[in-house]
């Protein structure tokens, strides 16, 4: 599918404007070019997905877009905000889940609140709000270690739901889970995307996922990285998460993509 394509399919209503701008970013690490000259808009309200063959610098760009990580040139803006550091504006979802072993469910959900101050009770009112939301009721009081890689997951998106930030960064959440997981949190991911009303940028490998889950895909080209393509899958978004995955849009899309990314497999 070309860029031309993608960008005139249909579409149920008008593009929403951007959340974050990446605009001429570039990174290096020293001789190694990992992003050059990379522009790309992330629509307010929808779930962007970065899809490229391994070692493209998806999660090299997620994190300047955290501001973990500075550009060699170009900027970000949030909001018409150039970014300079991490600011509560944004949140992490981390792929290793990045959880405090010593600390309960409801204290790791809470702990960006705890940080910025708000009072015990309002947090964890707050944290068992999300707790609820990502399907964890009842482990409130349980400890990392006693939950599965997929709960510990749950706790991680919670966290970052909890702390009210606008723009939501998911580095590969799912890829620790087992498929019957990974199809729920997909699932639960549409369904806070359409609630929640942030902007999502997820990194992951996987086409069927990125397809699944995405109001926009941006397929980035192997190092030097840049955006290749932009498809904005519309047909099959309002005929209900249970019929996505054998919709013919669905296929085709997700066949054209390995079409275009079949030559950079390992």
């Known amino acids: 599918m070309s860029q031309t394509d993608a960008a005139t399919a249909p579409s149920s209503g008008p593009a929403p404007d951007s959340a974050v701008s ?21 629509p307010r309200g ?14 090299t760009l997620l994190k300047i877009i955290a501001g973990l990580l500075q550009p060699s040139a170009g900027e970000i803006v949030i909001d018409g905000n150039t970014v300079t550091a991490p600011g509560p504006d944004r949140a992490f ?23 910025r101050g708000v009072a015990r009770s309002e947090r964890e009112a707050i944290a068992e709000k999300y707790i609820a939301n990502v399907g964890l ?31 939501l960064l998911l580095d590969e959440p799912f890829s620790a889970v087992d498929e019957q997981n990974r199809r729920k949190f997909q699932e639960d991911l549409l369904e806070l ?13 996987s086409i069927e996922e990125a ?10 080209l192997p190092r030097p990285s840049r955006v290749s393509e932009i498809i904005r ?9 249970e019929n996505i995955r054998r919709d013919p849009e669905y296929l085709d899309i997700v066949d054209e993509i390995w079409a275009s990314l079949r030559s950079y497999a390992e």
């Open 193 to 205: 995307v359409r609630n929640e009303n942030k902007t999502f940028i997820f990194v992951t490998h």
């Open 93 to 115: 979802v981390f792929q290793d889940f990045a959880l405090l072993p010593w600390a309960s469910v409801i204290r790791n959900v809470a702990f960006g609140l705890e940080l």
């Open 211 to 220: 397809v699944y889950v995405s109001d926009q895909i941006a397929i980035l």
């Open 46 to 59: 929808e779930l962007t997905s970065l899809l490229g063959p391994s070692g493209c610098g998806k999660t």
């Open 137 to 167: 009721s009842g482990f409130e009081n349980s400890y990392p270690h006693q939950l599965s890689g997929g709960m510990r997951q749950r706790v991680g998106l919670a966290r970052a739901l909890s702390v009210d930030a606008q723009v």
């Open 233 to 241: 899958p519309s047909g099959f978004r309002n005929k209900g998460i």
């Open 22 to 42: 990446v605009r001429n970013v570039s990174k290096n690490y020293g001789p190694v070019e990992a992003l050059k000259n990379l522009s790309l808009e992330f």
